[in-house]
């Protein structure tokens, strides 16, 4: 069964400071891995995806991740975050089923505040 | 841009009641997908469909059932709605090996 794991259910940082949001996951094959963001009473938004190839994954407003297979993680970073950054982020892992579907399952998200 | 459309925004329902959640999209994708989210939790997903009429448990699927009759549309459906159901609801829906696309939610509340 395949898992995510994200560490740490808020992370505060200034404005102009590193977004560092980190997302382990279990899969018993190779994983498909996404980043969501969340804005107030909106749905959920793509950042960026994993599927195969490059491991470093460019996405949406300046965030990219890293997929490390030998450390089972995909963490989210960006250089200098913004107050628009200001949101809850959700790593999620997808499973391709042998009889047909797919099942993506989520973290607990990671709620992001930025400060002046 | 895909479009996946949750027929609410906000539901009050009375404990007890059918509740019938709709979601519709616009892309022709196979997979549909219901999820809630609870602070704290993140998102858990209810159940989920990959075709007509065929629908899987998710990891909460207990006091829900699902219908799917056409590809476009998929339903949840409470029985017999109780307080502890009061959450946001989201839809979502994707080609089998892509992102999902997800609806605006609803957010229901038992009384």
């Known amino acids: 069964a395949q898992s995510v794991t994200q560490l740490g259910s808020h992370v505060s940082v200034s404005e102009g400071a590193l977004v560092l949001l980190r997302c382990n996951y279990s899969?018993?094959?190779?994983?498909?891995l996404f980043w969501y963001v969340q804005y107030p009473n909106q749905g959920l938004q793509l950042l960026l995806k994993?599927?195969?190839?490059?491991?470093l994954v460019k996405g949406i407003n300046g965030f990219e991740a890293e997929f490390k297979k030998s450390e089972t993680s995909f963490h989210l970073t960006k250089p200098s975050a913004h107050m628009s950054d200001a949101a809850e982020y959700f790593c999620a892992v997808l499973l391709i089923l042998t009889g047909g579907g797919n099942k993506l399952t989520f973290g607990t998200g990671t709620q992001l505040k930025v400060e002046l | 841009d895909v479009k996946v459309t949750q027929s609410s925004r906000y539901l009050v329902k009375r404990t007890g009641e059918k509740v019938f959640l709709e979601c519709v999209q616009d892309m022709d994708h196979e997979n549909m997908f219901w999820y809630r989210q609870d602070p704290g939790l993140g998102l858990r997903l209810i159940y989920f469909s990959y075709d007509v009429k065929m629908k899987e448990k998710g990891d909460i699927p207990e006091g829900y059932s699902v219908s799917r009759e056409k590809k476009e549309r998929f339903s949840l459906i409470l029985e017999s709605a109780s307080t502890n159901q009061t959450s946001m609801y989201l839809c979502?829906?994707?080609?089998?090996?892509?992102?999902?696309?997800f609806g605006q939610g609803t957010r229901l509340t038992v009384v």
């Open positions: 899969s018993s094959v190779p994983p498909y």
């Open positions: 994993y599927t195969t190839g490059a491991t």
């Open positions: 979502a829906s994707s080609f089998w090996d892509t992102e999902a696309f």
